[in-house]
């Protein structure tokens, strides 16, 4: 595939995100002016504050299976998209979720640490640029490009091996990068934003409607490409 053709796919991909993720976008900041201005909704924020503080990266585990994978799992089946092993699927959204729950926790905890916490340039500028310059493109995206692959593979380990080749990282994951940062730039530097205790609530919200969407085109795609 040429360079050409490369920049159409992935313009194509942003244009399909661009209008779910504008509207995302505006959720996220509908979500953060309440906070810091409309007192009569802090106590609902607080809750979920509080119990992310008790539990800690229990919670994030278990608010990332929510919100990444059970509920993308539920719309799947329901559609009748998952039909052979249902519970091999349903186990690899639990599973991986909870360890990308754990990790992105690890991940808000390091720079809050490293950038200090706060709504102000030099806190949110670095830690955008370590999210989605370092942590997304080198890591996240390509581990759930390739989990995902072997679980559209039917779990085969052989089958993977065959699709680990310069495609897959020179286009593949280089794809869902560029409409990955059309909706995640804007989402972490409101997630950012927030009080550390509550960046991961937040950045559960986001997931549920990014992963919801990401199934819904990779659903479409593949029809298309079955119809051809």
């Known amino acids: 595939m040429s360079f050409r053709d490369f920049v159409h796919e992935a313009g194509q991909a942003a244009r ?12 996220a900041i509908s979500l953060l002016a309440a906070y810091y201005l409309l007192p009569s909704v802090r106590p609902a924020f607080d809750w979920f504050a509080e119990l992310k503080l008790a539990w800690g990266y ?23 998209d998952i039909k052979q092993g249902v519970g091999k699927t349903l186990l690899f959204y639990i599973v991986f979720w909870a360890l990308m729950g754990i990790q992105v926790d690890a991940l808000y905890r390091f720079q809050g ?18 999210d989605q310059g370092l942590f997304t493109p080198l890591w996240s995206i390509p581990l759930t490009t390739v989990c995902y692959l072997w679980k559209n593979l039917g779990f085969s380990f052989s089958a993977l091996r065959t699709q680990i080749n310069r495609k897959l990282f020179l286009h593949d994951i280089p794809g869902m990068i560029v409409p990955a940062w059309l909706v995640w730039l804007p989402a972490v530097t409101i997630i950012y934003c927030l009080p550390g205790s509550l960046q991961i609530p937040m950045f559960n919200l986001v997931l549920c409607f990014w992963s919801l969407l990401a199934e819904v085109v990779n659903a479409r795609q593949a029809k298309k490409h079955a119809t051809r």
């Open 16 to 27: 399909v995100n661009l209008i779910p993720g504008l509207i995302l976008q505006a959720v």
């Open 58 to 80: 229990a919670y994030s585990a278990l608010a990332t299976v929510i919100s990444g994978g059970i509920v993308p799992f539920l719309y799947l089946w329901l559609r009748g």
């Open 113 to 130: 640490e490293l950038f200090g916490q706060g709504n102000t340039p030099a806190v949110l500028i670095p830690k955008v640029l370590v």
